[in-house]
Structure formats: structure tokens, C-alpha cells
T-cell receptor, first 114, second 111 residues
Framework: EAQVTQNPRYLITVTGKKLTVTCSQNMNHEYMSWYRQDPGLGLRQIYYSMNVEVTDKGDVPEGYKVSRKEKRNFPLILESPSPNQTSLYFC?????????????FGPGTRLTVL | KNQVEQSPQSLIILEGKNCTLQCNYTVSPFSNLRWYKQDTGRGPVSLTIMTFSENTKSNGRYTATLDADTKQSSLHITASQLSDSASYICVSRSGTYKYIFGTGTRLKVLA
């Protein structure tokens, strides 16, 4: 089944404790992206990747890191999480980033930073 | 400032009725307009994608329209079903790589 998977789905952590949220897709997609969704704000793009070893900042990259060493994986790293990073995170992928390419979203990771 | 505004914020309708959701966008340069359905606790799922030259696109009971002159889009749902209860998100793509999301319309369909 074609899908985007994220792990973990739920995570409660404490301020300053490094964490990684994994994202994997099995559709051989070149484009991958991370978003956060907060009440009243809609989804906002954190980072995106056009292909292996090619990443760039989105609208809200502060406090996050990403890497794209393999085509299928695009992990999101929080080196020192803070409470304002409590949010619902989505990974998405598309074949490329052409105008009409559909983005497929993962199921989401709900992160709480205490 | 690039932004996408949706109305209403929430809507309650009876099963079988039609409804229309609105989206106004101020995005430059404009590339395309997308509608997504997001069930509670799940990731958004694409419904339609319309480029500048398209003014209507259907996906089953969902029909999206686009007026590039007034910078408005609508999503019409025909003969609503209980499973249509979800949030509907309007997204405008600006140039390459950049997506601007609306805050969504929460639809509740009652039996």
C-alpha cells in the first residue's frame, strides 16, 4: 500500500531532550516536506526537500533540523525542544514538485513538550 | 502578505443537503489552488488541484471552482453524507515550493 508513515504518533517529552520524528514514504517520491499544525493557524511549512541531499527552509524552520540521506526517509530533528514546539506535525511527499503533483500526507505526530 | 482565508469557520448541515465552502486568497505569484479534506486525527487528503487556467474541477460529489480575477475559490459538496464530516482546507501554491494554507472550515453533517 502506497503511504507515508510517521513515528512516533504520540510523544511527550521534556524541554531540552533531543528527539527525532521519522518519516518514510514507499512511493519513490522526490519531494518531501514537514509541516506543523496549530489551532487557528493552519499548517505551516518547516522544511522541505527536493531530492536526496537537497533541503531548504520553509516558513518556520527555527528550532528544527532535517536530513535527506535516502530518498524514502526525511527525519525531523528537534535538538533542544521547547514548549512552543508543542504541536501536531505532518510529513508529506509528492512525486516531484510540479504544479499539479498531489501531496500525500502522513498520519501526524502529536508532540507535547513539557 | 500572502494569505488564504476561509469561511465559514464551521458549518452544520443535515445529511443529504448541499453546502458550499469559500476561500479567498491573496497570493503572489499564484500557481495553483488546492482543496484538502482532513478527518479528525488524520492527515489531509487531496480533493482537487486547479491551475490558473482552470475554473472548475470535480471529484465525485466535490466540485471546486476558481475565479482568478476575484481570487476566490469555492468547494461545493453535493448530497452530503455523514462521512463528509471533516475539516476542509484551502491551499494556495505560490511560485515553486511554497504553500499557503487556510485555517479550514469544520463541517459537521448530522443524520
Amino acid at each position: 500500500e502506497a503511504q507515508v508513515t510517521q513515528n512516533p504518533r504520540y510523544l511527550i517529552t521534556v524541554t531540552g531532550k533531543k528527539l527525532t520524528v521519522t518519516c518514510s514514504q514507499n512511493m519513490n517520491h522526490e519531494y518531501m516536506s514537514w509541516y506543523r499544525q496549530d489551532p487557528g493557524l493552519g499548517l505551516r511549512q518547516i522544511y522541505y526537500s527536493m531530492n536526496v541531499e537537497v533541503t531548504d527552509k520553509g516558513d518556520v524552520p527555527e528550532g528544527y533540523k532535517v536530513s535527506r540521506k535516502e530518498k524514502r526517509n526525511f527525519p525531523l530533528i528537534l535538538e533542544s525542544p521547547s514548549p512552543n514546539q508543542t504541536s501536531l506535525y505532518f510529513c508529506a511527499s509528492s512525486l516531484k514538485d510540479r504544479e499539479v503533483d498531489t501531496q500525500y500526507f502522513g498520519p501526524g505526530t502529536r508532540l507535547t513538550v513539557l | 502578505k500572502n494569505q488564504v482565508e476561509q469561511s465559514p469557520q464551521s458549518l452544520i448541515i443535515l445529511e443529504g443537503k448541499n453546502c458550499t465552502l469559500q476561500c479567498n486568497y491573496t497570493v503572489s505569484p499564484f500557481s495553483n489552488l488546492r482543496w484538502y479534506k482532513q478527518d479528525t486525527g488524520r492527515g489531509p487528503v487531496s480533493l482537487t488541484i486547479m491551475t490558473f487556467s482552470e475554473n472548475t474541477k470535480s471529484n465525485g460529489r466535490y466540485t471546486a471552482t476558481l475565479d482568478a480575477d476575484t481570487k476566490q475559490s469555492s468547494l461545493h459538496i453535493t448530497a452530503s453524507q455523514l462521512s463528509d464530516s471533516a475539516s476542509y482546507i484551502c491551499v494556495s501554491r505560490s511560485g515553486t515550493y511554497k504553500y499557503i494554507f487556510g485555517t479550514g472550515t469544520r463541517l459537521k453533517v448530522l443524520a
